[in-house]
């Protein structure tokens, strides 16, 4: 997918989604945008949080989980798996580029000196991968075992505003459309849902 016929395919598809959220009327990204441009140190914070808090809260509660052997850890791998596989049918036939491939956005993250779409970066993840929202899908996950292994009533409390923070972080930035944040949300879900199995 990530070649020149596919990076035309992914522009083609993204511009599908912004016809699709204007009939729906939920184009929202390009104010988002420009309210955020206007703040440039939460914007650095979103920025950080956009490259790393997906590697850091996924993998790092994975691993805490498997350290004390926790039952959890089962179930939240079971769902990782899911939505990581769930999402590369839709990633394979309808490859989406995120909106700062497009005009009128600004690519926060390659100002900040980062660029997610071309050198060693981008042999790392699918830069067409924009529908749905791993971003979202790990975000529900990650919060969902937070909130249902965490020792701490506060950390779980707190985990269910992870994935409306993730979504603001990712639609801020122009790494995600609306929908791809609703697809990425609803991924997640059935992914924990999916994985609720018996325990070993």
Not at 57 to 74: E, I, K, N, Q, S
Not at 78 to 105: D, K, N, S, Y
Not at 179 to 195: F, H, K, T
């Amino acid at each position: 997918v990530v070649n020149d016929r596919g990076r035309r395919a992914a522009l083609r598809n993204a511009r599908r989604v912004v016809g699709a959220e204007r009939w729906l009327g939920v184009r929202l990204e390009p104010r988002l945008q420009r309210v955020s441009l206007s703040r440039r140190r939460a914007l650095a914070v979103a920025n950080v949080s956009y490259v790393t808090l997906n590697v850091v809260l996924t993998v790092g509660w994975l691993m805490l989980l498997y350290a004390r052997r926790d039952p959890h850890f089962h179930r939240l791998r079971r769902a990782w798996v899911i939505a990581t596989l769930g999402a590369q049918p839709a990633h394979l036939l309808f490859p989406t580029a995120p909106p700062r491939g497009l005009e009128g956005f600004t690519d926060t993250i390659r100002e900040a000196g980062i660029d997610l779409d071309s050198g060693w970066v981008a042999y790392m993840y699918n830069p067409l991968a924009a529908m749905p929202s791993i971003h979202m899908a790990y975000a529900e996950v990650t919060s969902g075992g937070i909130a249902s292994a965490a020792r701490s009533p506060v950390l779980r409390r707190l985990a269910r505003a992870y994935p409306p923070v993730v979504a603001l972080i990712v639609l801020a930035t122009a790494n995600h459309f609306v929908l791809d944040v609703v697809a990425g949300s609803l991924l997640g879900r059935a992914s924990l849902a999916l994985a609720k199995g018996r325990r070993r």
